[in-house]
């Protein structure tokens, strides 16, 4: 069965780094488009970015554009997310989660359970 | 302030039926397909609708979809106590190139 498992969340400085981490398993990895979707505390879903199956084309929402970077590794079925330049609302529960189709279909048809990212002096 | 726009919240009692609206413009919802998600605390967000009404493998029947222009409902039928959770609309807009998702709606089964 699908599953997707994030790691790499913890509590760091503003204007620090932290890379986070999704193992895939149970699909065709380098079949799928990928995305991250992010949780505020409190708050409702919000998407951060997608990267299509081969890793040639990335999206990014505008308030991550520049310090946040998706990639993939599609022999190690990882997805990963770069955050640099971290503010305090970037705190939040990441998810990622694969979607529908090859290309960016919109539909986020499984996800994962998330990891939680603290940005806080 | 989320692209799509969802009730905060939405109440009904055990065994009726609720919907949850969505409405968005000609970017997003207008052309192009409507999911819906259900999410409870610490767990992995699950897809109910995807394509505006289609339902994946082991999502009962009693979630449906339906789009008219730019807005779409989520409609719940024989509500259970287990169906509390909040729900999202999502769908990919054409202009930001990006997905978007609405602020979700709670659901309480009183």
């Known amino acids: 069965q699908v599953q997707l498992a994030e790691s790499g969340g913890g509590v760091v400085q503003p204007g620090g780094s932290l890379r986070l981490s999704c193992a895939a398993s149970?699909?065709?990895?380098?079949?799928?488009?990928m995305h991250w979707v992010r949780q505020a505390p409190g708050k409702g879903l919000e998407w951060v970015a997608v990267i299509s199956y081969d890793g040639s084309n990335k999206n990014y929402v505008d308030s991550v554009k520049g310090r946040f970077t998706i990639s993939r590794d599609n022999s190690k079925n990882t997805l990963s997310l770069q955050m640099n330049s971290l503010r305090p609302d970037d705190t939040g529960t990441f998810f990622c989660?694969?979607?529908?189709?090859?290309?960016?279909?919109?539909?986020?048809?499984?996800w994962g359970r998330g990891t939680l990212v603290t940005v806080s002096s | 302030q989320s692209v799509l726009t969802q009730p905060p919240s939405v109440s009904a009692a055990p065994g009726q039926k609720v919907t949850i609206s969505c409405s968005g413009s000609?970017?997003?919802?207008?052309?192009?397909?409507v999911s819906w998600y259900q999410h409870l605390p610490g767990t992995a967000p699950k897809l109910l609708i995807y394509?505006?009404?289609k339902r994946p493998s082991g999502i009962p029947d009693r979630f449906s979809g339906s789009k008219s222009g730019t807005s779409a409902t989520l409609g719940i039928t024989g509500l259970q106590t287990g169906d509390e959770a909040e729900y999202y609309c999502g769908t990919w807009d054409s202009s930001l190139t990006t997905v978007v998702f609405g602020g979700g709606t709670k659901l309480t089964v009183l």
């Open positions: 394509d505006n009404n």
């Open positions: 000609s970017s997003n919802i207008g052309n192009n397909y």
């Open positions: 989660a694969r979607d529908f189709a090859g290309f960016f279909s919109g539909t986020l048809d499984f």
């Open positions: 149970g699909f065709t990895f380098s079949s799928y488009s």
